[in-house]
């Protein structure tokens, strides 16, 4: 299915930006010379929020979500950077198990199902995701896709 990308991310923004914390905003920026790719839009679009309401919950208030996706080559790569509480180096190896829980989240409540299904959600897309977090800091999740 061709599926505007843009269009795509662009609805999701305005959707998640109604469950940000005060002043949290988030910014969609899309590089490429196309936006048109082949991939299950609502699989796309849940793993997507699944990733963004994440980036609420662990960030603080008066923060930016990044969201960018681009098109490069026969890639599209879709990233969701936030300035949160970031995972536990140690911990990080077990991020996509069911029920996981980094033992730095305190009373933010969770079951630790989102990302466990955004992993299979990927998979059935014949793409990739990995992640990049550095405690204190922030946290940043790439969607890869051979197109
Ligand atoms: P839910 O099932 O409601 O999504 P959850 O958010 O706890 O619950 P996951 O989305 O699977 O579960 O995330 C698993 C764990 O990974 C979280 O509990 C948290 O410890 C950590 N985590 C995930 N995303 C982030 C992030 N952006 N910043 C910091 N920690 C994160
Ligand atoms: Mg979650």
Redesign the pocket.
């Known amino acids: 299915e061709q599926v505007n990308l843009i269009k795509l991310a662009e609805d999701i923004t305005e959707e998640m930006q109604l469950l940000a914390k005060q002043n949290q905003h988030i910014v969609y920026q899309h590089t490429g010379s196309t936006a048109i790719v082949n991939i299950d839009p609502n699989l796309l679009k849940n793993s997507i929020i ?1 990733l963004i ?3 609420i ?3 603080g208030e008066n923060t930016f979500i990044e969201f960018n996706s681009e098109i490069q080559d026969e890639y599209c790569i879709i990233t969701v950077k ?1 300035n ?4 536990p180096e140690e911990e990080q190896k077990n ?1 996509f198990e069911p029920f ?3 033992n ?2 305190g009373n933010i409540p ?7 299904i955004v992993k299979r959600y990927v998979h059935l897309m014949n793409g990739e995701v990995s992640c990049i ?1 550095d405690p204190n800091k922030g ?1 940043v ?1 790439t969607l890869t896709f051979r197109l």
């Open positions: 699944n309401s994440n980036a919950k662990y960030s936030d949160g509480i970031g995972i991020l996981f829980r980094a730095n989240t969770g079951t630790g199902l989102g990302l466990n977090s946290t999740f």
